[in-house]
């Protein structure tokens, strides 16, 4: 209650200072009748600050400087407490500041942190599902590849032992054709024997991707079939420059176009026809023939190695060559399937992926007859 009454005193003494100064100093007289003790630093200063301006109001400058004096000497370390106050107010409110971005930071880190460890998670189980998926696929074409190893050599081994078994009991004029037949059951398995290293060791060779002259590679693939003598004729459309191997796409083609080849001789006006059209993410080159064709049903199985259809049957071959060309193709990232006819012909739809220049290599169509 004493406190309240000096604030009153000398907030009456503030409010009189401007109109009456006499009066504003007899209030702080007043005040000092009230003090009991020492009283509070803002108190006493503030009481020093008005009685310093009403004495300069009334005109004594010297009790005026002198009450400002000890204003200032209770002032200034009151100042310096209140200042130091304000600076450890304002490091706590850093330091509280601090604490809670401290937090927030590691908030964050920890839920990035349980994020990515989820994405991780789920990023490994879908590579082991699809390790395990490829690693069944590649434990059925072992499986597959076994059978078709034991199926091709089978033949001409029986006929190999049951020819030899028979040489020393056959009459001489029957002794050179058995002969024959075992020399021609031995070339059959070194053929087979070569296809099958041929086809195991294609994938240890890593492909050489650069920019690849599509029309370059078709007429060196030609070239490499086509012999004197031979009727079959090739159409060669527009071809762009794709991105792949270039020894790899030739045996693709080179492949193609032997198929080609061979299932047309028979035909009347054999023809051969290679053309291009673009597809989203890259190109499709077709490869088109007018010969023997095949049941559209067994599309999905030409690709298998030494899948030969019932209807090729009177073809020399192992069955290889389509089998390759799906594992290059694939190896580039593109895709392959066919369409057919019996018939009627074949087409071969190679997709591969564009190269740095998509213009065609050649500007117009060109006959190349064989």
């Known amino acids: 209650m004493r406190h309240a009454t000096l604030h009153a005193l000398l907030n009456l003494a503030e409010l009189e200072l401007p109109h009456d100064p006499q009066l504003s100093l007899h209030y702080t007289q007043l005040y000092d009748q009230q003090v009991n003790g020492l009283p509070p630093e803002r108190l006493q200063v503030r009481a020093l600050r008005l009685r310093s301006q009403a004495h300069a109001a009334l005109g004594d400058y010297q009790t005026a400087y002198e009450l400002g004096e000890q204003y200032h000497v209770i002032q200034e370390p009151l100042n310096r407490r209140q200042e130091q106050q304000r600076i450890e107010v304002a490091l706590a409110e850093l330091e509280h500041e601090h604490t809670q971005a401290l937090a927030r930071i590691q908030r964050d880190a920890l839920r990035d942190a349980r994020a990515e460890v989820a994405e991780l998670h789920a990023h490994l189980e879908t590579r082991v599902a699809q390790?395990?998926?490829?690693?069944?696929?590649?434990?059925?074409?072992?499986?597959?590849?076994?059978?078709?190893?034991?199926?091709?050599?089978?033949?001409p081994?029986?006929?190999?032992?049951?020819?030899?078994?028979?040489?020393?009991?056959?009459?001489?004029?029957?002794?050179?054709r058995?002969?024959?037949?075992?020399?021609e059951s031995t070339e059959r398995m070194a053929e087979v024997l070569d296809g099958l290293l041929?086809?195991?060791?294609?994938?240890?060779?890593?492909?050489?991707?650069?920019?690849?002259?599509?029309?370059?590679?078709?007429?060196?693939?030609?070239?490499d079939q086509?012999?004197?003598?031979?009727?079959?004729?090739?159409?060669?459309g527009t071809?762009?420059?794709?991105?792949?191997?270039?020894?790899?796409?030739?045996?693709?083609?080179?492949?193609?176009?032997?198929?080609?080849?061979?299932?047309?001789?028979?035909?009347?006006?054999?023809?051969?026809?290679?053309?291009?059209?673009?597809?989203?993410g890259g190109t499709e080159i077709e490869v088109r023939d007018n010969g023997v064709g095949f049941d559209p049903r067994d599309s999905t199985r030409l690709f298998g190695a030494f899948t030969r259809l019932p209807t090729v049957t009177r073809f020399e071959g192992l069955g290889?060559?389509?089998?390759?060309?799906?594992?290059?193709?694939?190896?580039?990232?593109?895709?392959?399937?066919a369409e057919g006819r019996p018939g009627v012909g074949a087409s071969f739809f190679v997709t591969l992926p564009l190269g740095g220049e998509a213009s065609a290599s050649s500007p117009e169509s060109a006959q190349t007859p064989a």
């Open 131 to 155: 390790r395990t998926h490829e690693l069944q696929t590649a434990n059925e074409e072992l499986r597959a590849f076994a059978r078709s190893v034991s199926h091709y050599l089978r033949t």
């Open 157 to 176: 081994m029986q006929l190999i032992l049951g020819h030899a078994t028979m040489l020393g009991l056959l009459p001489p004029e029957q002794q050179a």
């Open 178 to 183: 058995s002969t024959d037949v075992i020399v």
């Open 198 to 223: 041929a086809y195991a060791t294609r994938d240890a060779v890593p492909l050489e991707v650069a920019d690849v002259n599509l029309t370059d590679t078709v007429q060196s693939a030609w070239d």
């Open 226 to 236: 086509v012999s004197a003598g031979t009727s079959v004729s090739l159409e060669v």
């Open 239 to 280: 071809l762009p420059t794709v991105r792949g191997d270039s020894a790899a796409l030739r045996v693709v083609f080179g492949n193609l176009l032997h198929n080609a080849v061979k299932f047309t001789g028979a035909q009347h006006c054999p023809q051969v026809q290679v053309m291009a059209r673009p597809v989203p």
């Open 320 to 337: 290889l060559g389509l089998a390759d060309v799906w594992r290059i193709v694939i190896a580039h990232g593109g895709h392959v399937r």
